[in-house]
């Protein structure tokens, strides 16, 4: 194949990308905006009006900038392979870093970048105009500043010693490197989950222990029956950023450990609550995160096999606007053809993922009870406003869980599930 044909194969990919993600976004729009004004039948007691209104709008006003910031950015990434930019983005660098690494690890570091700039504007008006306009911001400008900044000398810290390191076994390993680059990878991955939770996460949020009382009782007494050990319960102030609320389990071994978002705690019940982290610990008990782990040890052997494949053929550097062959451009075009040449498969691991959902919802209703579960999923789409009536093309494609009608059904065929709204 020569270089032109390699680019009119990812330019196709990713034009079908974007047309088929816009074409189930606009069946979306018009299933929301039509089913806006009336409530459906089965949340007419537990979903007031107003609320299904708010939803709505909510979900129409998001897809509406999806609607602008999917095109803008797969246009512009196409207009830059097809002019050349990133190969003179990496010749340019050449000019002034002179080892071969660095100006690799530059070169990755710079595209990051400017990728982060181009989204900048779309991501600056998520959170402070939408967010804000639905009364979920409360991220004040120096906080999503400092965000940045952080997240910015994480990606040097973390980032350069990875991209060096894999340029190192690209030249040091032999005809295998791409199976000890795999293996290195992979550890350096364990270590930063393992890490996350003690390291990573500390320089965004505050974590204090769940204080003594009845809920903490509740929560070792609900470990203790599912024989689930954790290392403690801490309440995260994840109202610093937005109203939305979550719970979620974090760190591997010995320092895992339960996060409850301080909204989470304001807005629910102690039933509630339990029953929520028996879902999350039923995704541990059915080995979820186990499978969820494997499955992304494959997916990146795959990929370095694939990159192992695609080094030494000549036109593919040229295609992407490269003089010639280098690691960096090797790692960026992967990098950047990943996504639209596998598109078509979201829809496998979005169904591989509802049924976990499905499991952990079941388990969840035995341990804590189904009215809890079921009460809880109720109330978290509604502080969260989210989506009653998406199209079910949409859902299916997308959705990484089943719509709550699916999950409150799911719960009915293990018992009494609540249909009027309970508490505030
Ligand atoms: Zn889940």
């Known amino acids: ?19 088929w993600g816009l074409f189930l976004t606009f069946l979306n729009y018009r299933n929301v905006r039509r089913n806006a004004d009336s409530v459906p039948e089965a949340f007419r007691e537990s979903v007031t009006p107003e609320e299904h209104r708010k939803a709505a709008a909510y979900s129409l006003a998001r897809m509406r900038l999806g609607f602008v910031s999917s095109p803008v950015m797969t246009l512009l990434t196409l207009a830059a392979v097809v002019a050349g930019f990133f190969g003179l983005v990496d010749a340019w660098l050449g000019g002034f870093v002179h080892r071969e690494y660095l100006r690799g690890a530059a070169f990755l570091g710079a595209v990051g970048l400017l990728a982060s700039l181009v989204s900048l504007p779309f991501s ?23 965000d940045a900044l952080k997240g910015l000398a994480l990606s040097i810290v973390i980032g ?6 894999l340029f190192l076994f690209m030249d040091a390993t032999g005809r295998l490197w791409w199976l000890w680059a795999f293996a290195a990878l992979s550890l350096v991955n364990l270590g930063i989950s393992i890490a996350y939770p003690l390291l990573i996460a500390p320089l965004f949020n505050k974590f ?4 003594e009382g009845s809920l903490a009782e509740r929560i070792r007494e609900l470990a203790g029956r599912l024989d689930f050990r954790m290392s403690g319960i801490f309440v995260m102030d994840g109202s610093k950023r937005s109203r939305h609320s979550n719970a979620y389990f974090t760190g ?28 999350e610990i039923g995704h541990e008990k059915k080995r979820h995160v186990l499978k969820g782990m494997l499955l992304s040890l494959v997916l990146s052997f795959v990929g370095f096999w694939i990159l192992s494949l695609l080094r030494y053929w000549a036109p593919l550097y040229p295609a992407f606007g490269f003089a010639g062959a280098s690691k960096e451009a090797l790692v ?14 979201a829809p496998a691991f979005s169904a591989w993922s509802r049924r976990h959902e499905y499991a952990a919802d079941r388990f969840a209703a035995e341990a804590a009870g189904p009215e809890a579960m079921g009460s809880a999923l109720l109330k978290l789409n509604r502080e969260n406003a989210s989506n009653l009536t998406p199209h079910p093309w949409y859902s299916f494609w997308y959705y990484s869980h089943p719509t709550l009608s699916e999950r409150l059904a799911a719960l009915a065929s293990v018992g009494e599930v609540p249909v009027r709204r309970r508490g505030g």
């Open 160 to 165: 350069l010693p990875l991209a060096l390191l």
């Open 124 to 146: 600056l008006y998520s959170t402070f105009v939408l967010e804000k306009r639905f009364g979920f911001n409360t991220t004040t400008l120096k906080t999503w500043a400092a």
């Open 252 to 279: 591997l071994g010995r320092t895992k450990r339960v996060v409850l978002f301080d909204t989470l705690v304001a807005q629910m019940s102690e039933e509630e609550i339990l029953a929520v982290l028996a879902h």
């Open 332 to 345: 960026f075009i992967l990098m950047l053809a990943s996504g639209p040449l596998t598109f078509f498969l």
């Open 208 to 211: 204090s222990p769940l204080p």
């Open 1 to 19: 194949m020569e270089a032109a044909s390699i680019l009119r194969v990812y330019i196709a990919f990713a034009a079908a990308d974007l047309v």
